[in-house]
Nanobody
Framework: QVQLEESGGGLVRAEGSLRLSCAAS????????MGWYRQAPGKQREMVAT???????NYADSVKGRFTISRDNAKNTVDLQMNSLKPEDTAVYYC??????????????????WGQGTLVTVSS
C-alpha cells in the first residue's frame, strides 16, 4: 500500500556528482523521517543521511560536507545531492521512510518503508 521509488543512480568518476531522488506513494497519512542508506559489497547497510519532517538533518561522518539531503513534504520526496564522490561511496543506495499509512482500520499504521535500491558506482 506504500511504495518508495528511487532514481538517479549510475556510474560516475571520482570527484563527480550524482543526485538521487525518492518518491513515496500510496495511502500515506504522514511521513516522520526520511533518509538514505547504503550497502557496499560485503558490508552491512549503513546510514548516509536522514531528515525529519521539520528539516533536521543528520549525516554520516564519511559524507559530511559532500552530501546534502533535502525533502519536499508536500510531494513526499527526498533527494540526496552527492558531490566530490569517492570510489568508497560505491554501493547500493536505499531510500527509507518512517511513516504512517491508512490500512483500512480505524487508525493509521506505522511502517518502516524501504525502496528497492539504486546502484551508485564511482570509478577512480
Amino acid at each position: 500500500q506504500v511504495q518508495l521509488e528511487e532514481s538517479g543512480g549510475g556510474l560516475v568518476r571520482a570527484e563527480g556528482s550524482l543526485r538521487l531522488s525518492c518518491a513515496a506513494s500510496g495511502r500515506i497519512f504522514r511521513i516522520r523521517a526520511m533518509g538514505w542508506y547504503r550497502q557496499a559489497p560485503g558490508k552491512q547497510r549503513e546510514m548516509v543521511a536522514t531528515i525529519t519532517s521539520g528539516g533536521t538533518t543528520n549525516y554520516a561522518d564519511s559524507v559530511k560536507g559532500r552530501f546534502t539531503i533535502s525533502r519536499d513534504n508536500a510531494k513526499n520526496t527526498v533527494d540526496l545531492q552527492m558531490n566530490s564522490l569517492k570510489p568508497e561511496d560505491t554501493a547500493v543506495y536505499y531510500c527509507n521512510a518512517d511513516l504512517e499509512y491508512y490500512s483500512g482500520s480505524t487508525y493509521p499504521k506505522s511502517l518502516d518503508a524501504w525502496g528497492q535500491g539504486t546502484l551508485v558506482t564511482v570509478s577512480s
